[in-house]
């Protein structure tokens, strides 16, 4: 993990947080559990297609967006349809 540290050799931003990530997915690998990143470009245009791969990431990093500054409880009611009301 070259010594927790960016390929510059700088501090790695917000590392406690990068720790705890590190540590569930070596847990979840264990149990045959993998996860995957991809980056999403962020503020982009609402995809036409609401039935796109493409729409399902916008769709996402929109939820994480909201989710991040508190727009949305981070456990939601049971039935609850965020295509209903973030769309």
Request: glycine share 8%; net charge negative.
């Given at each position: 993990l070259?010594?927790?540290k960016?390929?510059?050799g700088k501090d790695i931003h917000h590392l406690d947080v990068w720790i705890k990530i590190y540590k569930l997915l070596k847990k979840l690998n264990k149990k045959e559990i993998l996860v995957g990143f991809m980056h999403v470009?962020?503020?982009a245009q609402k995809p036409s297609d609401i039935n796109s791969?493409?729409?399902?990431?916008?769709?996402?990093n929109r939820c994480a967006d909201k989710l991040a500054v508190g727009q949305i409880?981070?456990?939601?009611p049971?039935?609850?349809n965020p295509f209903l009301?973030?769309?």
């Open positions: 070259n010594d927790w960016r390929d510059s470009r962020s503020h791969f493409e729409f399902l990431l916008w769709f996402g409880p981070p456990s939601l049971f039935g609850f009301t973030y769309s």
